[in-house]
């Protein structure tokens, strides 16, 4: 089983305590990290990348929902799932505001352990599909760029190549002349096994031509 990171941010340390005496008493192997404020939560975020933040409302120097903001609108951080802490902020305004500054959920204050540890399973199990959904996308991503290129490869095949009428090397778009072989593998994904033409065999090697097309003549 995986270990999930999750980092806790309030700026009351028994507050923080409580979570982290509820979450370890569970059978889930949490990695638990801890902030007293916004501004260091967000610092620590951008390090461990944690797979969950649960971070108060109201705090010194960086608030939570400040702090959420930040989160989301961080390249690093922006898909880290927040859920938002409050015994004051708890009207439907208030979840609003939570929601719109990038929160997924918000749990009221005081914590019902119960409440607390459902509500961190499902969101981590969001969190895992939506890690799948930009895994598969990034995937896509990355074999659309491949094919793109192979296409631009085949236009330029298609088209006319330079190629010198006595070595019969090709120049490519940099002004270098390479053999066929190397010019083709360079540009296809394809590899070269060598061999000899009948007509090549007559000529360079007569007697052994005799010997191999005798009985096929």
């Not at 109201?58 to 898909?79: D, Q």
């Not at 927040?82 to 009207?91: K, L, R, W």
């Amino acid at each position: 089983m995986n270990e999930r990171k999750i980092l806790i941010i309030d700026d009351q340390p028994i507050n923080i305590e409580q979570i982290i005496k509820f979450l370890e008493g569970t059978s889930q192997p949490y990695r638990l990290y801890q902030a007293l404020d916004g501004l260091r939560g967000c610092e620590i975020a951008k390090i461990v990348i944690p797979d969950l933040i649960i971070c108060d409302w109201e705090m010194p120097i960086m608030s939570g929902i400040e702090a959420t903001r930040y989160l989301t609108n961080n390249e690093i951080t922006k898909n880290i799932p927040v859920i938002m802490a409050s015994g004051v902020m708890t009207s439907s305004k208030n979840l609003q505001t939570a929601l719109e500054a990038g929160a997924v959920d918000f749990i009221r204050k005081p914590i019902d352990k119960v409440e607390l540890i459902a509500r961190v399973r499902s969101i981590l199990l969001l969190a895992d599909s939506y890690k799948e959904i930009w895994r598969q996308k990034d995937e896509l991503s990355k074999k659309n760029v491949k094919l793109q290129r192979a296409l631009e490869d085949v236009k330029r095949l298609n088209g006319l190549l330079p190629i010198c009428s006595g070595c019969k090397k090709i120049r490519d778009d940099h002004g270098y002349w390479n053999e066929v072989e190397t010019y083709v593998r360079d540009h296809v994904d394809v590899e070269f096994s060598h061999g000899i033409c009948p007509d090549c065999v007559k000529e360079l090697y007569p007697d052994m031509y005799d010997k191999m097309f005798s009985q096929a003549v």
